[in-house]
């Protein structure tokens, strides 16, 4: 028998906790005309929670990378189509038929209100993702979000976040502990994203051989990659007290340890851990990227192969390199130049 969804079940999302596909579920397992009628139902009232469950279940069952989509992503768009619906709640926008010019001035009043283009952007993809979920529960055949223009950002990212400086990172290393030395120089030094740091296993890192191997890239791709001899030291020390068969104790007995290498797995507590390292260490915290972006910028400086550093960062696309973790210094040249 279908899952159904009872009238007045309340559709709480909690996408870190919860299951995706149990989610989708709750609307694919409607009948069509049931499903249209909730779903119209959804957007006649603006019932934001039911519209970010509704698009969670599109993005589960229909999206581009369906029931695999990363929490990162689900949380994103979640985050979007709230602005969105609380802004069309506010400007009495009707969901099912909105106005000629009411998707662009939903972007017109982020830009106003000082939100960064790229910002923008990202919240129009989420609001088009609700309206492609309308249309797959067939609610509407409205696309307003099609022909909306979001100006480019004209200021490169590494100006806008630039990364971490060698002294930054200095001070923050030689206060923090083991941990968190360990999380920031596989950021910094390795490139990886806060996730892939998160989702290491033990298996997957190998110092001797100084590498280690990257099973949750974006885009689910895995690739190898290479470790510093600093990460590789640090990654041995921390594997010494919490790796298997390792040394940490609590309450007198040995610890269990898991496969993962790290003992929490969200980002906001490695948060946590990482903003104390960077107290102590009296450096501004201003997010894991600029770690990212250090390792790009240091990367390329030594060996100039705009390729390689994106393969090191595990970028699809060199440009992506190029516009916002890597850039030579303006007078690299220089040497080349100065026997003409």
Avoid at 14 to 19: S, T
Avoid at 119 to 127: C, I, K, P, Y
């Amino acid at each position: 028998m279908p899952e159904r969804i009872p009238e007045d079940q309340n559709l709480t999302l909690d996408l870190y906790r919860g299951d995706l596909l149990a989610l989708t579920k709750l609307w694919t397992g409607l009948h069509d005309d049931e499903l249209k009628r909730r779903a119209v139902k959804a957007a006649g009232e603006k019932d934001i929670t039911a519209l970010v469950s509704l698009t969670t279940a599109y993005l589960g069952h229909a999206g581009g990378s369906g029931v695999l989509t990363s929490p990162h992503t689900v949380l994103a768009y979640e985050r979007g189509v709230r602005q969105f619906l609380t802004w069309a709640t506010n400007q009495a926008v009707g969901l099912l038929r909105p106005g000629r010019h009411d998707a662009q001035s939903y972007v017109n009043a982020l830009l106003a209100a000082g939100r960064a283009p790229s910002g923008v952007s990202l919240r129009v993809a989420a609001a088009s993702c609700l309206y492609r979920a309308l249309r797959w529960a067939g609610a509407t055949e409205a696309r307003p979000f099609e022909d909306v223009r979001v100006p480019k950002d004209p200021t490169p990212g590494l100006v806008k976040r630039p990364p971490y400086t060698e002294d930054d990172l200095h001070d923050v290393l030689k206060v923090a502990d083991g941990q968190a030395r360990f999380l920031i120089l596989l950021i910094s030094h390795a490139g990886l994203r806060i996730s892939e740091a998160l989702a290491l296993k033990w298996p997957d890192i190998d110092e001797a051989a100084r590498r280690l191997t990257v099973t949750s890239g974006k885009g689910r791709k895995a690739r190898i990659v290479a470790m510093s001899t600093s990460l590789a030291r640090a990654s041995r020390d921390y594997r010494a007290i919490y790796g298997p068969g390792g040394t940490e104790q609590t309450d007198g007995q040995r610890t269990t340890t898991l496969d993962h290498v790290f003992r929490f797995s969200d980002t906001e507590t490695a948060r946590y851990h990482i903003v104390k390292a960077f107290k102590l260490g009296g450096v501004k915290f201003r997010g894991f990227h600029p770690g990212r972006k250090y390792a790009g910028t240091k990367l390329l400086t030594q060996i100039k192969d705009f390729g390689r550093v994106a393969a090191h960062l595990g970028h699809e696309s060199v440009d992506t390199t190029r516009k916002g973790y890597a850039a030579l210094p303006v007078d690299d040249l220089k040497s080349d130049l100065s026997g003409w």
